[in-house]
């Protein structure tokens, strides 16, 4: 289950289906990733072909990504079986 979220738009996104915060275009592909996210008990259930899932490392060492669009990136890290601190960035 999603417990926290670093990025707002994203939240609002997930909460209420306000593309606000996020690129309209994505949120197709967004809403299926936090759905499946909410659903995960660890990272490896967010390993969808096609997603990419993968470890971050150095200042990220502990979180994980998988893609949205593009540079486009979902991240995450697991406490337990909640997922936390999940953000949207453009990574370039």
């Known amino acids: 289950m999603i417990k926290t979220f670093r990025h707002k738009g994203l939240q ?6 306000s593309r606000a915060g996020i690129q ?9 990733q936090l759905a499946r996210l909410n659903e ?12 990419r ?3 971050l490392k150095e200042k990220l060492a502990g979180h994980y990504s ?4 593009g540079n486009w990136r979902m991240t995450f890290k697991f406490e337990g079986e909640d997922a936390v601190l999940v ?3 453009d990574y370039h």
């Open 12 to 17: 609002l996104f997930f909460e209420t289906g």
């Open 24 to 32: 309209s275009s994505h949120g197709p592909k967004l809403a299926r």
């Open 40 to 51: 995960s008990t660890c990272p490896d259930d967010m390993n969808i072909p096609g997603w």
């Open 53 to 55: 899932l993968h470890p």
């Open 66 to 69: 998988v893609v949205v669009s």
């Open 87 to 89: 953000s949207y960035q």
